[in-house]
């Protein structure tokens, strides 16, 4: 007979569910990676064996979100919060301003490293309402000559998502994608940089994609540190120093699963099917429970919603965690409650949540 594996319904904001085909595969490869006699952990990066592995990576990352061919896939470290401080070293000079669009805490965040740097503005900011919505590209005041225009295009936290990207000219846009990434189907051509800490979509923590358009890096700082560089990384195919060799392999498997599962349009459409009975259990609920975003910006991958009051949401946690739903506590700077479902989490587990909360309802309503 075949043991069954108890999965948990793992709705954990990140580092969140991996595919099992992925964990188990990397579990057959362990101690020996095809034929090497030795894990992939063990591997020299400078070998043939390791060689391969990042570049099936980089290449898959390229196809699956499209980019054009001569875009660099960059493997750092430090996770998308390094990204905050090494956008602005570099792209931000003295005499030039940059714009963040603040959508989030992670937005507050990015900005906030970049005014330890230079001059920033903020093009647009939804603080007001707590954070409810994406504001329309019309309400962006972007300022001519600015160095870079900087979004988050999903706040993890808040549970919203940019539907539409601005078209920025001239100016560089550059996104903070760490948390919908290979989620859906967008036009990376729009953007001049993106960034992603892996351990939403892409993999494990311990890897920080980076994806640039060559001509950015030209008008990089030359003051800057080696490693913080990114045109060090770009000039050495990520290989200046030891790569997060483990979690890149564990990346390329992500990616060839996403492949398998249909790409991006077919990952976009579980997506949209997942949140969707999310959202229907929240929005058929008659106010029992209460989406935090406005609907035009609710995002895909983070539902976030709360209850009547608090005693009430803590006894649905209470109940939710002993029926095997894991991390849907809201996070700790908004409360409520937060179902974070990222590419690898099944549509029956958000269909589980589904009825676990409808049920809750009607032995609580
Ligand atoms: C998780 C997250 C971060 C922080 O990523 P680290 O890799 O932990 O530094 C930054 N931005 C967004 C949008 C995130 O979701």
Redesign the pocket.
């Known amino acids: 007979m075949i043991q069954q594996i108890k999965r948990a319904y793992n709705f954990n ?2 580092p969140s569910a991996l595919p099992l085909s992925v964990l188990e595969q990397a579990q057959k490869e362990l101690v020996d990676f095809q034929g090497t006699g030795m894990s992939v952990m063990e591997l020299s990066h400078r070998s043939a064996a390791y060689d391969k592995v990042h570049n099936e990576a980089i290449t898959l990352i390229k196809e699956l979100l499209n980019i054009p061919e001569d875009y660099h896939v960059l493997f750092l470290q ?5 990204q905050f401080a090494m956008v602005p070293m570099n792209f931000l000079p003295a005499g030039k301003k940059a714009g963040y669009v603040i959508t989030g805490s ?1 937005s507050e ?1 990015a900005q906030k490293e970049a005014k330890l740097i230079g001059d920033t503005y903020e093009a647009a900011s939804t603080k007001d309402t707590n954070y409810n919505r994406i504001p329309s590209i019309e309400e962006l005041s972007i300022e001519k000559d600015s160095a870079y225009l900087h979004i ?1 295009s ?3 936290i808040f549970g919203t998502q940019w539907s539409e990207f601005p078209d920025t000219g001239d100016i560089p846009l550059i996104a ?4 919908d990434i290979l989620s859906h189907s967008f036009d990376a051509s729009k953007f001049a940089l993106i960034y992603a ?1 892996a ?2 979509n892409l993999g494990p ?1 311990g890897v ?1 994609v980076a994806i640039l358009r060559p001509d950015v890096l030209e008008q990089a700082s030359d003051n800057v540190p080696t490693m913080l560089r990114y045109d060090t990384h770009s000039k050495n195919n990520s290989l200046y120093n030891t790569p997060p060799t483990f979690g890149i392999y564990m990346l390329g498997l992500v990616m060839k699963w996403a492949k398998q599962q249909g790409g991006l349009a077919a990952l976009e459409k579980m997506n949209r099917d997942k949140a969707g009975v999310i959202y229907e259990a929240i929005d058929g609920s008659q106010g029992f429970y209460k989406g935090h975003a406005e609907p035009d910006s609710r995002s895909l991958m983070n539902i976030t919603f709360t209850l009547q009051n608090k005693e009430l949401e803590q006894k649905f946690l209470g109940e939710a965690k002993n029926a095997g739903f894991v991390g849907l506590n809201g996070h700790r700077s908004v409360g409520g409650c937060r179902a974070s479902a990222y590419n690898a989490v099944p549509y029956e587990t958000c269909k589980a949540l589904a009825e676990f909360m409808r049920n809750f309802q009607k032995n609580n309503g």
Not at 78 to 82: C, K, V
Not at 176 to 179: F, G, I, N, V
Request: glycine share 18%; net charge positive.
């Open positions: 904001a990140g430090g996770g998308a919060s390094t992670w965040k988050t999903n706040n993890t903070d994608m760490s948390s800490g351990q939403k923590s920080t």
